[in-house]
Each structure stands twice: as structure tokens, then as C-alpha cells.
């Protein structure tokens, strides 16, 4: 993990192996940003005007390298985009400061130290550059450098692994002051926390299944304090969980149910978290077609973000109770697969006929939507790679919000704004409820193909208590990037939604929900 520190060093004088300025889109030309007037010193007030020639515009993301003057002691100045200028008396926003920090942080890899000369008014904007930086940083090298070689070797041990920006410091940020150091511990525990559930979704099926995942989970527990319940498979047909069971019963890998329970003793709310976590998803007996299973390692995003939420909110020391349910299995065609046409036995008594092996998603949801609700907690979100219809509804960086408390869904999508995730509220019709009529079950786990995804949130909808606040967040399209990287987004596990959820968990322990 990247290191952060806060220095009261000036731009000038602070030795490191890059210097980090923002520069911003004018109406004409590129402008420096606050935070480099020593820098722009050192460059005889041109900075600007060579960044200009270099061809830099402070287009957001945009990376401009330049040797340092001798005024400076380090030997590259680094100018980053932060987009336009914003309008007169408003500040850049910490979105903008975020990603400018990661597109910065990951242009330095295999660098030691940088010192990130962005413009810092408030501990808000020194927290905004630090998750950006210490997000930025983030690669994922545990399969990496097999083959050893001593000349190119980059972490000293010979194996050609460039690892990540080594070390931030923060300049113009205050290391005394309550607020700032507040928003540094607060930056470091959020961002570790993305970077393991990072971690988690990329790493490959074979090392990564329902028990593999759980015993991480426990380990996490035993660490910050947090009570862990695992239910194996024989805890699972004692409890007549069927969505679960049914899903993983075709693996030779069975499903896990997790509990984390985090406790504070002033908490006057809980709040429930549910996570799908398929670790590797075939689609079952409805196999997926050619092309769609390489990155199904990744479906188990949602029960990687409440993982990490539950440990962030633990080791934030949050007023809230919060509760975090891993549902894991590993859906595999296989003789003892569950079939299409076959109906499960819900944790609810509800009784599913699968006519699709690859809506499996929502059939382990079920049971630990039904199982969480047993403890009656103010409110519960799901999270969930659930539909590629979202997907095709949102795109791939916008998550969807849906809920049965419009007020809910409005607050949570207020939250992910603020923190910087894109997501839209969606609806749940109840005319498309009809679709997933059965004349075998209770209920079909298909309906409607247009709206999937709305249909989708309709099932979930089914194993919720009657008068429990609940939202469900698609996030299949921003969980898992395929592109090259973007501001502080690398390729492969992003740890969508882990801010909004602990955004949440602060908001409902300040009381702000209601």
C-alpha cells in the first residue's frame, strides 16, 4: 500500500522524485493552479506558457512531464489536468482534485516519492487528493514476474514487476490540525480498504471461492474487532437456505453464507448490507456463449464492497451497527447442477422456478435479503453485478439505484454523487411483476427480456420484510473495467460502490437519514 504523508514542506524545497502540480483549462490557454505559485517561480512565472508549447491544455486527466529548474529539488515537475477553470469564487471540485491525484499516481509508477502540489483549501480537499492518489497507486502484481531477471528487476527482488507509486506527500495540508489529520486516517482506511476488495475481484477463481473468501473474511474480523458467522453447506440445508444451495450445489467449491457484525456501543441504528458474491459465474446449466466468461471472476463484486464497507466502518469507529452478508458460491454446470425447469426451496419458504441457471444472482440475494431482514434493521442495501440489462440501460461507469422508499433511493444517490460514484435511480414497475409469473412456483427467477434489470430489482423486491427500508444497487457496470485506466480506475476490480455504502454508514450514524 502506498504510504500518505502530510508535509508543511514548500513546493521548493521539499526533495522527492516527482512534483505534482494541477493546471486547468482556460478560455485560451492552460492556467497553473493553486498550490504551484513555487513551482511557477522556479520556471520564471512560464510555467503556463511551456506547458502550452509542450501541447498541455488542463484537460482533466492529462499528463505533462518536464524536467525541474534548478530552483527545485526534484528533477521532474509533473502537471496534471484538472479540466476548466471553475467559475469565479467556487473551488475545484474533490471529484476533479480525486482524479487529477490518480491519473498523477499512476503516471509515477515505479517511483519512490512524489510530492502533489494541488489546490488545498480545506481538509475536504486534502482527503480528496489523498483517495485519489492512494486509489491511483493501486496495481494488482500477485501473479506477476514469474520469471526473475536481476537487471530488470524493479522492487529489488529481480522478478520485473514496475511496482506502484511508493510514497505521497501532501502539500498544503495542515499535519497539526484536527481536521486534516482526521481526513488522512480517514483516506487511508477508506482507500485500503477498496484496494483489498480490489484485490479480491481480481484474484483468479482457482485461489478465490466461497471458502477461500470466507476465510479472509474471518481473518479481517479477527483484526478489527468485527464478529464473523460462517455458515458452511451442512449449516446452510439445516436452514433451508435453497437459493444458495442451489445455486452452488454444481461446484465442486460449496456455498458459504457470511455474517460480519460490527457493534458500537453508541449506535443508535442499523444498518444491513448484502452482497452477491459469485466467485466465478458459468451461468450454469445456461452456459454463457463464447466471450462472456473471461472476466466472471468479478461477479462476486457486490459481496467484495460490503466487506470492505463493514471493515471501513469498523475501523472509522462508526456509530451505527452494521451488519454485512456475504452470499458465496460458485455457479458450475455439472451432473449435480441445478437444472432449468427445477424449482428451490427459499430461505423464505418462497418457491423459485429457475428457468435460467444464469439468474443466479438473484436466488442467493433471496435467501440472505430474507435472512438479514430477520434481524429487523432500519435499513438494507444490496449490492450486486446483477444484470447485463443495466449494463445496456447505464453503461459501464454509472451503477443503478433501485428501492421500495423513493426517499431512500433519492438520499443514496445524492451520497454517490458526492462521493464521486456515478449512479442514476431507476423504478420498479409493477406491471413488469407479471412477467415472472410461475404455474409451477410462487415465483420464476425470469420475466420480461426488456427491463431486465428492473425485473430483476421486482424479485429482490419479493424477500424483503414487509415495512424494511431497502435499495438495491446494480453495479455491473462499473465493477469490473475492461478499458485502460482512467483518473484514480485501473483495469480490472474498481471497488464500486464501497464509498457510497460508507458514506451511508456515516450519514445514518450522524442521524442525517432520518
Not at 517561480?41 to 510555467?47: E, T
Not at 482534485?97 to 489546490?119: D, E, H, I, V
Not at 479472509?216 to 464478529?227: D, L, Q, S, W
Amino acid at each position: 500500500m502506498t504510504a500518505l504523508t502530510l508535509s508543511t514542506a514548500g513546493a521548493a524545497t521539499l526533495r522527492a522524485d516527482a512534483l505534482v502540480v494541477g493546471v486547468a483549462k482556460g478560455s485560451r490557454a492552460p492556467v497553473v493552479a493553486p498550490g504551484a505559485e513555487a513551482v511557477d517561480k522556479a520556471f520564471d512565472g512560464k510555467l503556463a506558457a511551456i506547458l502550452e508549447t509542450l501541447g498541455a491544455t488542463g484537460a482533466e486527466g492529462e499528463i505533462t512531464k518536464l524536467p525541474a529548474p534548478s530552483g527545485l529539488r526534484t528533477p521532474v515537475v509533473l502537471a496534471v489536468g484538472l479540466g476548466p477553470v471553475p467559475e469565479k469564487d467556487q473551488a475545484y471540485g474533490a471529484e476533479s482534485l480525486r482524479r487529477a491525484a490518480g491519473a498523477a499516481a499512476r503516471a509515477l509508477t515505479g517511483s519512490k516519492k512524489a510530492a502533489f502540489a494541488l489546490p488545498v483549501e480545506a481538509a475536504e480537499d486534502a482527503e480528496a487528493i489523498a483517495e485519489g492518489a492512494l486509489l491511483g497507486a493501486y496495481a494488482f502484481t500477485a501473479y506477476q514476474g514469474g520469471e526473475k531477471d536481476p537487471k530488470n528487476g524493479k522492487d529489488g527482488s529481480g522478478n520485473g514487476v514496475k511496482l506502484p507509486l511508493a510514497e505521497v506527500a501532501l502539500l498544503g495540508a495542515k499535519p497539526r490540525d484536527k481536521a486534516f489529520k482526521a481526513a488522512a486516517e480517514r483516506a487511508i482506511a477508506l482507500t485500503e480498504e477498496i484496494n483489498r476488495a480490489r484485490d479480491l475481484i481480481n484474484t483468479p477463481p482457482n485461489d478465490l471461492y466461497p471458502e477461500s473468501f470466507a476465510a479472509v473474511a474471518t481473518a479481517a474480523g479477527k483484526e478489527h474487532g468485527i464478529k464473523v458467522q460462517v455458515f458452511d453447506e451442512k449449516a446452510l440445508a439445516k436452514g433451508g437456505f435453497g437459493g444458495i444451495l442451489g445455486v452452488g450445489q454444481g461446484s465442486q467449491n460449496p456455498p458459504r453464507l457470511v455474517k460480519l457484525t460490527y457493534t458500537h456501543s453508541k449506535a443508535a441504528k442499523t444498518l444491513a448490507l448484502v452482497g452477491k458474491g459469485i466467485t466465478y459465474d458459468s451461468g450454469g446449466i445456461s452456459l454463457k456463449p463464447a466471450g462472456h466468461n473471461e472476466t466472471m471472476k468479478c461477479d462476486m463484486s457486490g459481496a467484495a464492497a460490503v466487506f470492505a464497507a463493514v471493515v471501513a466502518a469498523a475501523r472509522l469507529g462508526l456509530a451505527v451497527n452494521v451488519t454485512g452478508w456475504l452470499a458465496l458460491a460458485e455457479n458450475m454446470p455439472s451432473g449435480s447442477a441445478t437444472r432449468p425447469g427445477d424449482v428451490l426451496r427459499m430461505y423464505s419458504g418462497k418457491t423459485v422456478e429457475v428457468l435460467n441457471t444464469d439468474a443466479e444472482g438473484r436466488l442467493v440475494l433471496g435467501d440472505a435479503l430474507t435472512r438479514a431482514c430477520e434481524e429487523n434493521p432500519d435499513a438494507i442495501v444490496d449490492v450486486a453485478t446483477l444484470t447485463g440489462a443495466m449494463v445496456m440501460a447505464l453503461g459501464n461507469r454509472t451503477f443503478g439505484i433501485m428501492s421500495n422508499d423513493d426517499a431512500f433511493r433519492t438520499s443514496i444517490h445524492e451520497i454517490a454523487e458526492e462521493v464521486g460514484e456515478q449512479s442514476w435511480p431507476m423504478p420498479l414497475p409493477t406491471e413488469l411483476r407479471k412477467g415472472m409469473d410461475s404455474p409451477t412456483a410462487d415465483i420464476a427467477n425470469m420475466g420480461e427480456r426488456m427491463g431486465g434489470g428492473l425485473v430483476a430489482g421486482l424479485f429482490l423486491k419479493e424477500f424483503v420484510g414487509e415495512g424494511i427500508t431497502w435499495a438495491h444497487l446494480d453495479i455491473a457496470g462499473p465493477a469490473f473495467h475492461e478499458g485502460a485506466p482512467f483518473g484514480y480506475t485501473p483495469k480490472g476490480g474498481t471497488g464500486s460502490a464501497i464509498r457510497t455504502l460508507v458514506k451511508l454508514a456515516e450519514r445514518t450514524a450522524a442521524g442525517d437519514l432520518g
